[in-house]
């Protein structure tokens, strides 16, 4: 298999770079009493009927992981696959959201309660809250507001930061280390229409509506305090705790329903359909809705696979869904298994990106469908998959530290080309990784794999973060592989994932880790390739 640099360059523009839109400003009422809204209304809905059949009906039964087809709309996906390793719930945030959408209009409004334990060592003041959508960038020009608040019952006012993208809700008495908090937030947004300047993951088009960040995220408190950091205008801006989640959505009863959480009930009321989802401990919680979604699915290690596709691209469905189970299969066999009992692959309508990532569920943009033949559509897809692993179990600072999942996940890549065909296509993936980095290294384009978003949004070039992050990222643990042995990198990949899953680490962990695995310091190398802007000694020989 021959991967070209134009192609994998290409590919990296569309992973990673954004047109930075204006910051949307939010403005939410003031003070008032914690009172039940009409959004309460439509869950007070007459007893439920019978849910509606997820699988079509079969003539044949498929054989054991054959796809199958259908257009049931049923939502999918989230539950762990085993018990063993969650997190207590007593130690974890957890949020119960009820909220209701309106897809014509493209508006919904909600009410949230969120468990919030202070596992620092410090007492807490207030609790910071996130309002993704009105940063703009990668969520284009939609918004979401906080119109009501109450700590504990009672009811407080919010105070918001100028661009309405961070919510500070005051406590009553400091919070001290171990106690816990119930924060109550009533809320609405508006939907951007054809991208709005953003990704397509806060978004409707085509007859898909997107939802991602769309309701108020609890910001995280670590060594830094509260990282309340705008969102990025070339990198992911999900930086957050891992939560268990209660979502009761309402939608029009046409629409299919994909999401991150496993339905545990369902209540028809006329045009209306309202699901409840419970989900396993997650990073964040996305939902996708529309009319068209067409599905085929399999199995694989007992996970059910789902790839939901638009009319016309049955092709590219069946694609994604068998690099999807490939991918599955081989990272359970080198990382560790996946903690869920589904993955859904999501065709949609995409600007700037190939596909992002949410807990349980990737999108894929809809202009790769097109010719799912190409590498393009595989290496994007086995990418986002990847991030199951490093991103959502293990997590990481995606402001601070961006390489850490994003060059791993990338590297990743290469690993399904080398367990699914052969290592020389491995080594083809590699050796064009390495023309596209010495090309860019020669014109200027280099710098040290480590820093921080930031650092490279000031670049005059912002597709520096690309080569820098993704491709000089993964080439970095290509040369940790050859230099330790596949014994040593592959135990020290399965310790990581074992280690740090469903936490947050840091780069610091996973040197330390690969160096157990080794037995040896291995300074000189990290040194080298992670805290060099400079070529490689061993690539260097090649320029």
Known sequence: MKHTHDRLSILRVFLVLSLAAAACRAVIPDGGTLTPTPIMDVFTTPSPEA??????????QPAAGAPTQTAAPTPQTGQPTRESGLPDPQLVNQYDIQAAIDFEALTFEGRQSVTYINTEDTALDALYFRLLPNG???YGDGSLEIEQAAVNGQAVSVERSEDGLIAAVPLSAPLQPGEQTQVELAFRGEVPREFGGGYGIYNFSDEVMTLAGWYPILAVFDADGWNLDPVSSIGDSVYSDIAYYQVSVQIPRDLLLVATGTVTETQENGDEITYTLESGPVRDFFMALSPIFERQSAEVDGITVNSYYLPGSERGGRKALEVAIDSLRIFNQQFGPYPYTELDIVQSPMRYAAGVEFPAIILIGDFL???????????A?????????????????????????EALTSYSSSL???FNFNPQSYQSLIDSWQFEYLEAARQGADDVVTQTLQHFEEKPNPGVYSVVVYTKGALFFHALREEIGDEAFFTGLQTYYDQYRFRTATTEDLLAVFEDAAG???????????????V????????
């Open 369 to 379: 469908y097109d010719n799912p033949e190409r590498d393009f559509f595989s290496i």
């Open 136 to 138: 703009g960038s990668s």
């Open 51 to 60: 849910a509606p059949s997820s699988t079509a009906a079969q003539d044949d």
């Open 416 to 418: 399904y080309y080398e």
């Open 381 to 405: 897809t086995s990418h986002e998959v990847a991030h199951q692993w490093w991103y959502n179990v293990v997590g990481n600072d995606v402001f601070d530290e961006p390489w850490l999942d």
């Open 536 to 543: 490689p000694a061993s690539l260097d020989e090649r320029r």
């Open 520 to 534: 040896q310091e291995l300074d000189p190398l990290f040194q080298e390739w992670l805290y060099s802007a400079q």
